[in-house]
Antibody
Framework: EVQLVESGGGAVQPGRSLRLSCAAS????????MHWVRQAPGKGLEWVSG????????GYADSVQGRFIISRDNAKNSLYLQMNSLRPEDTALYYC?????????????????WGQGTMVIVSS | QSVLTQPPSASGTPGQRVTISCSGS????????IYWYQQVPGTAPKLLIF???QRPSGVPDRFSGSKSGTSASLAISGLRSGDEADYSC???????????FGGGTKLTVL
């Protein structure tokens, strides 16, 4: 059974940093691209970032470009999101999501499995 | 403002058929596959339709997807109370080089 478990969320002041983690199990992690998707309270889904299976290719939403860094450790079956210069508008539930196909690219197919999310609150 | 446009709400009675639309442009829906997600409040999204009209195993054939030009639709037939949820469309946008979502449609079963 595919499992994605996010951690690392919390309350932080604007301008500070936070690092999210996602522990994956139940599938061959290094075969799949992975993503972070967020959902602000009462709002729709927003793709944040994606990373290819071998980390050679990474993409970001314009809203986080230059502030967030996605990474992965295939030996640890883990996905990460380093969030710097946090803003109040980054407040959201952050989901880790697995790519649908084993093409390895984060651009090719969408997300088929999601974790339960970890909440990030940015407020002074 | 979402890149993909969905109606904020939809409704139907049990047994009815409802459709939810998703409108985009040539840089997203017009050139890429569409995906649909179901999200019951308080839970993670669930993949309902992939690559325009394919259903993952376990998704009933009451759910169907279609795409034409720069628009797509999700149809739900034989509506049930358990179908009450938010439904969102998603696709890759070539111009933005990003995955984009619709704002979501809240489905109410009357």
């Amino acid at each position: 059974e595919v499992q994605l478990v996010e951690s690392g969320g919390g309350a932080v002041q604007p301008g500070r940093s936070l690092r999210l983690s996602c522990a994956a199990s139940g599938f061959t992690f290094n075969d799949y691209a992975m993503h972070w998707v967020r959902q602000a309270p009462g709002k729709g889904l927003e793709w944040v970032s994606g990373i290819s299976w071998h980390s050679a290719s990474r993409g970001y939403a314009d809203s986080v470009q230059g502030r967030f860094i996605i990474s992965r450790d295939n030996a640890k079956n883990s996905l990460y999101l380093q969030m710097n210069s946090l803003r109040p508008e980054d407040t959201a539930l952050y989901y880790c999501a697995k790519d649908l196909s084993s093409s390895g690219s984060y651009k090719g197919d969408a997300f088929d499995m999601w974790g339960q999310g970890t909440m990030v609150i940015v407020s002074s | 403002q979402s890149v993909l446009t969905q109606p904020p709400s939809a409704s139907g009675t049990p047994g009815q058929r409802v459709t939810i639309s998703c409108s985009g442009s040539s840089s997203n829906i017009g050139n890429n596959h569409i995906y649909w997600y179901q999200q019951v409040p308080g839970t993670a999204p669930k993949l309902l339709i992939f690559r325009n009209d394919q259903r993952p195993s376990g998704v009933p054939d009451r759910f169907s997807g279609s795409k034409s030009g720069t628009s797509a639709s999700l149809a739900i037939s034989g509506l049930r109370s358990g179908d009450e949820a938010d439904y969102s469309c998603a696709t890759w946008d070539d111009s933005l080089s990003a995955w984009v979502f619709g704002g979501g449609t809240k489905l109410t079963v009357l």
